[in-house]
């Protein structure tokens, strides 16, 4: 069976220190990647996604970059944090030909302080 | 661009109950899914159910079944015999057929009382 796994679980990161963000998948090949992120109280919003290695795709323009250097690896990155990057990360995965079925991984709550 | 709306912010049932969570939502588009999806305290997203737009047939799983008009772009949720764990917010969930972005509601809260 797959298995989407994030860490870390939780972060507490200074304005202006680097991030990384690693998510793996186990179980399956040539996984469709995504990373989301959840804003207090709010639902999830599409940052990257990826089909392959190395291919990102960004949806909105931000303070974050993503990195696919493996088939199951997904690497959510900033240079530079900035308040408002806090909030909840979700990884997920699905398989290529059927991006309409995603499963998430169990989170990542970063807070910028 | 297609958005999806919630309007209820909270909601409460009793255990044992049946309660509906409103989603609607627009687009021009003809082909695409719509997801309910579950997220507990433990903040994991769950999926609930599934419908295709091409089904006319609404979708069941166990106690949950959603009831699609396509026409009126409604797709709510109905849970019944509420349970203690189905405490969480609710998403409801919007993707093109040939897509790879979800759109998402802003969530329910539902809470289960004993």
């Known amino acids: 069976s797959q298995t989407i796994h994030q860490w870390p679980a939780t972060l507490v990161q200074p304005v202006g220190s680097p991030l990384s963000l690693e998510c793996t998948v186990e179980?399956?090949?040539?996984?469709?990647l995504y990373w989301y992120r959840q804003a207090a109280g709010r639902g999830l919003q599409l940052l990257f996604y990826?089909?392959?290695?190395?291919?990102i795709s960004s949806e909105v323009p931000q303070n974050l970059s993503a990195s696919r250097p493996q088939d199951r690896q997904f690497i959510l990155s900033s240079k530079k944090l900035l308040l408002s990057d806090s909030g909840f990360y979700l990884c997920?995965?699905?398989?290529?030909?059927?991006?309409?079925?995603?499963?998430f991984g169990p989170g990542t709550r970063l807070t910028v302080t | 661009a297609q958005t999806v709306t919630q309007s209820q912010p909270e909601m409460s049932v009793q255990e044992a109950e049946t309660v509906t969570l409103s989603c609607t939502y627009d687009?021009?588009?003809?082909?695409?899914?719509l997801f309910w999806y579950k997220q507990p305290p433990s903040r994991q997203m769950i999926l609930v159910i599934r419908?295709?737009?091409?089904?006319?047939q609404n979708a069941t799983e166990n106690r949950f079944s959603v009831n699609f008009q396509k026409a009126a772009k409604s797709f709510s949720l109905k849970i019944s015999d509420s349970q203690l764990g189905d405490t969480a917010m609710y998403f409801c969930?919007?993707?093109?057929?040939?897509?790879?972005?979800?759109?998402f509601g802003p969530g329910t809260r539902l809470s289960v009382l004993p």
């Open positions: 997920a995965w699905s398989v290529l030909d059927y991006p309409y079925e995603q499963y």
């Open positions: 179980g399956t090949s040539n996984p469709n």
């Open positions: 990826s089909v392959g290695i190395g291919q």
């Open positions: 687009t021009s588009e003809n082909n695409y899914y």
């Open positions: 419908q295709e737009a091409y089904k006319q």
């Open positions: 969930a919007f993707i093109y057929a040939y897509g790879q972005n979800f759109v």
